[in-house]
């Protein structure tokens, strides 16, 4: 049974820092390419950010890029995602996924999905 749990989330002013974290199990985690979403009260489903199974490209969404920072440790079957800078509008549940084909997450779609973190960010 696959497994993603997140962790990290929270709440913090604006400019301020958080990282999250996501720990796979019941996959082989460095057969994946891993990613994370978020969603907004209201909103769709947005991708964030990916990572391919060795880490060696990312992906980012525009409105993140140059203030988040997704990484992975294989040998502890886990991804970060670095958020920096943080606005008001990153405000959202932020989900963990996996997916054998990187491309799948940058297309919005997922294999499996975590339950997801919350992270609010104050004005």
């Known amino acids: 049974q696959v497994q993603l749990v997140e962790s990290g989330g929270g709440l913090v002013q604006a400019g301020d820092s958080l990282r999250l974290s996501c720990a796979a199990s019941g996959l082989t985690f460095s057969n994946y390419g891993m990613g994370w979403f978020r969603q907004a009260p209201g909103k769709e489903r947005e991708f964030v950010a990916s990572?391919?199974?060795?880490?060696?490209?990312?992906y980012y969404a525009d409105s993140v890029k140059g203030r988040f920072t997704i990484s992975r440790d294989n040998a502890k079957n886990t991804v970060y995602l670095l958020m920096n800078s943080l606005k008001p509008e990153d405000t959202a549940v932020y989900y963990c996924?996996?997916?054998?084909?990187?491309?799948?997450?940058?297309?919005?779609?997922?294999?499996?999905r975590g339950q997801g973190t919350q992270v609010t960010v104050s004005s």
């Open positions: 990572i391919t199974w060795s880490g060696g490209t990312t």
């Open positions: 996924a996996a997916h054998r084909v990187v491309d799948v997450l940058r297309r919005n779609q997922y294999g499996y």
